[in-house]
């Protein structure tokens, strides 16, 4: 990863499975603040590291929760937003989602 060379795939891939299962719940609740993560279920990934397979079919896991979440919710749902956007319609600054 050029903007990042110092973290293997499987960090970054954790990352992003960690911020998909935090969003989860904050989509679920409607949550105006972060949710710690110690109320998120699975944020750390699979126990095992390093080696094939060591996050495997966990990202998708993750990516099922939040797909479900906002499936769930609907279109109309407020949350909390890191870009302040709190609905799950397109963010303003680009304009009507085609």
């Known amino acids: 990863m050029p903007t990042i060379p110092?973290?293997?795939?499987?960090?970054l891939v954790r990352q992003a499975g960690g911020a998909l299962c935090r969003a989860a719940?904050?989509?679920?609740?409607?949550?105006?603040?972060?949710?710690?993560?110690?109320?998120?279920?699975?944020?750390?990934?699979?126990?095992?590291?390093?080696?094939p397979g060591a996050p495997d079919a966990w990202p998708a896991e993750c990516g099922g929760l939040i797909t479900g979440a906002l499936r769930d919710a609907g279109p109309d749902v407020?949350?909390?937003?890191?870009?302040?956007?709190?609905?799950?319609?397109?963010?303003?600054?680009?304009?009507?989602?085609?």
């Open 25 to 51: 719940p904050v989509v679920r609740t409607g949550a105006e603040d972060e949710v710690p993560e110690e109320r998120v279920p699975g944020i750390d990934g699979p126990e095992v590291r390093g080696g």
């Open 6 to 11: 110092d973290r293997s795939l499987e960090q």
């Open 78 to 98: 407020k949350a909390r937003s890191r870009a302040g956007v709190r609905d799950a319609g397109a963010a303003p600054h680009l304009g009507p989602a085609v």
